[in-house]
């Protein structure tokens, strides 16, 4: 009997051992599946208005529900040794959008409004690559637009574009703003952009020849170089206020609701100039956006794309494209990167006029 109960107790021992191993590699399993879980950073993690937007991927993927969404490669984050970045990658060649021959990884709002009631972005960021391929006789070369307003009517085009543009072989790059006009009629092929420089040159300094490029800038911006941006749309009046450290703090206004460009002597060299080779001298209708519908985007717009220069000098870049294979395109510098650390999005706020 003493025998059969001290078997009775080993197993009894053995069997209670068996479960708190079994026990506490579950609780092992389940610990390390929550760290997995909790060390999970998504770009909502960082700039938390993402349920604000819908994205589309320089890939064609789309995403109308951004919180905790990410996709390796295009939208994710980084941390540079001190702080997370919202990362916006996209290749030279992809799928796009149906307005557009350019690939993007880039928000779009999903709130729409008029420039009546207005609205406002804000966004601080560094670019972190453009393509090193393209034309640089052509304007869009080596460019890519991190801010914009989009109209979602009538000849849905863009009231402004915030773009960075760097030469190869240069250090400092630009910083300038396009406004497009919104053409007059039906007709929208003589449409343009003004470019106004904020820090470096405006869109319309081009090279030479196809592989000979301008003057550095000297008040140009790094990659890698902080800076932020904030559209401010107001009563129809769109005021603009981009800041870096080290450089000189820019505002502009600019109105929507009247056109600067509704006659033919209005028409500023510039466009004169850029323009002429593909024949756009379009003239704007005299309310520009009053009432039109618009929406903010955000992100890396990439502007360097493979379509020919000799058919649009101004915004076919002749980029190598490696016949649409991203990873090759990523590997061999043709495509664009922008990291953001915070941004907002929201009603348009009476500005503070000094």
Not at 225 to 246: A, P, R
Request: charged share 25%.
């Amino acid at each position: 009997m003493k025998i059969n109960n001290v078997k009775i107790l080993m197993q009894t021992i053995l069997g209670v051992a068996f479960v708190l191993v079994i026990f506490g590699c579950n609780q092992t399993v389940k610990k390390t599946t929550e760290t997995k879980i909790k060390d999970s950073v998504y770009p909502s993690d960082v700039i938390p208005f993402m349920d604000e937007w819908k994205i589309l991927l320089g890939d064609g993927t789309r995403s109308d529900s951004l919180v905790n969404f990410s996709k390796e490669g295009f939208f994710y984050v980084e941390n540079d040794g001190e702080t997370n970045w919202v990362v916006y990658k996209t290749p030279n060649s992809g799928i796009t959008s149906r307005t557009s021959s350019n690939t993007r990884t880039e928000l779009g709002q999903k709130k729409h409004w008029i420039p009546e009631t207005g609205g406002k972005l804000t966004g601080t960021l560094k670019v972190m690559h453009v393509s090193t391929s393209g034309d640089a006789r052509v304007a869009a070369s080596y460019s890519v637009v991190v801010g914009q307003i989009h109209s979602d009517e009538g000849h849905e085009n863009e009231p402004i574009k915030i773009f960075y543009k760097k030469f190869p072989g240069h250090t400092k790059g630009s910083v300038f703003w396009n406004y497009e006009i919104n053409t007059a009629g039906d007709d929208n092929s003589g449409r343009w952009d003004y470019s106004t420089a904020i820090w470096g040159d405006d869109m319309s300094v081009v090279g030479s020849s196809s592989t000979s490029y301008p003057e550095e800038p000297q008040d140009g911006i790094k990659l890698g170089e902080e800076f932020s941006y904030e559209i401010n749309v107001y009563k129809g009046i769109m005021y603009l206020t981009f800041t870096s450290e080290g450089h000189e703090t820019i505002k502009f206004t600019k109105n929507l609701l009247k056109s600067d460009f509704s006659t033919k002597s209005d028409i500023p060299e510039q466009i004169l100039k850029l323009y002429a080779a593909i024949g756009r001298d379009g003239i704007e209708r005299d309310t520009a956006y009053a009432g039109e519908i618009q929406y903010f985007k955000q992100g890396a717009y990439n502007q360097t794309n493979g379509k020919s220069p000799e058919d649009n000098i101004v915004w076919s870049t002749g980029s190598e494209t490696y016949g649409g294979d991203i990873t090759k395109q990523y590997e061999n510098g043709c495509y664009a990167e922008v990291w953001f650390k915070s941004g907002t999005v929201g009603p348009g706020t009476e500005p503070n006029i000094e």
